[in-house]
């Protein structure tokens, strides 16, 4: 059996920490296709291009260089607003979906599954994944773990600025036409807001083991 996690939820909710420790666990593979929209973005920020542009931002996923994906700048503020803009475009959609459709059904180095975290897993991507988890923490909680996140790497970070970047790039994911931000309806909602990596993790496991087991009974 190939088994299929999807965690989806808005930006800094603690999905790719679960992704990881999921993946780690029940021996999956694991991919963060964050990385894929944040590598377009840093692309054609870097050619100094509009990441509003589609033509432009559909090119550079159309051909994405994997070498992208290890980008140092990957993970700082600017890139993750590019990344919102570019991954409103569905051109830049359609380009990355096949990548991830195949991952997740065929997973690398021979492993029996694969754990998926992003935006639209449950809804688009694999919409008959075994098991959908929607993550979610309060905006003032999400905002102070990115702040802090800047602070431990060495780059500027005022905590309010990061608060309202991560409230526009929320609206934007989620007001947009295509593979908005929004639970798949047989997903199970997971508020981390309260909850340290630690005890995010075992709720998590205990959603994966009653959902596969409500599946069994069925
Ligand atoms: O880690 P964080 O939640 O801040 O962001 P991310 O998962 O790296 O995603 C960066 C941006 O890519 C998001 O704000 C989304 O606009 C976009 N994205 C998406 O549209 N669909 C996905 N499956 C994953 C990311
Ligand atoms: O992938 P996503 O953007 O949803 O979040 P993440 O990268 O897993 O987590 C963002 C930051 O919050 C990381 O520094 C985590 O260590 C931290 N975190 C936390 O403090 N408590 C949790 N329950 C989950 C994550």
Redesign the pocket.
């Known amino acids: 059996m190939n088994l299929v996690i999807a ?1 989806d ?12 420790r999921l993946a780690e666990a029940f021996d999956l593979a694991y991919l ?1 296709t ?1 990385s894929l929209y944040r590598a377009v973005a840093a692309r054609v920020l870097v050619d100094g291009a509009d990441p509003q542009d589609e033509a432009v931002a559909a090119t550079a996923a159309e051909a994405l260089d994997p070498a992208d994906l290890q980008r140092p700048d990957l993970r700082s503020q600017a890139v993750g607003a590019a990344a919102s803009q570019v991954a409103a475009q569905p051109r830049v959609r359609q380009a990355l979906l096949d990548f991830q459709r195949r991952f997740a059904a065929r997973p690398p180095d021979g492993l029996s599954g694969a754990v998926l ?1 992003g935006r639209d897993i449950g809804t688009v991507v694999c919409p008959d994944a075994d098991v959908k988890i929607y ?1 979610v ?1 309060s905006p003032e ?2 905002a ?3 702040h ?2 800047l602070i ?1 790497r060495g780059e500027p970070s005022i905590y309010p600025q990061v608060l309202a970047e991560i409230q526009e790039r929320d609206a934007r994911d989620s007001a947009r036409a295509a593979a908005p931000l929004k639970p798949a309806d047989d997903a199970v909602q997971l508020d ?1 807001s309260e ?7 075992q709720a998590a496991k205990r959603i994966v083991a009653e959902t596969l087991a409500a599946a069994k009974a069925e």
């Open positions: 965690l939820g808005p930006a800094a909710s603690g999905k790719g920490t679960l992704a990881r963060d964050g975290d993550v923490a909680v999400r102070e773990r990115r802090r996140e431990a981390t909850l340290d990596i630690e005890a995010a993790f």
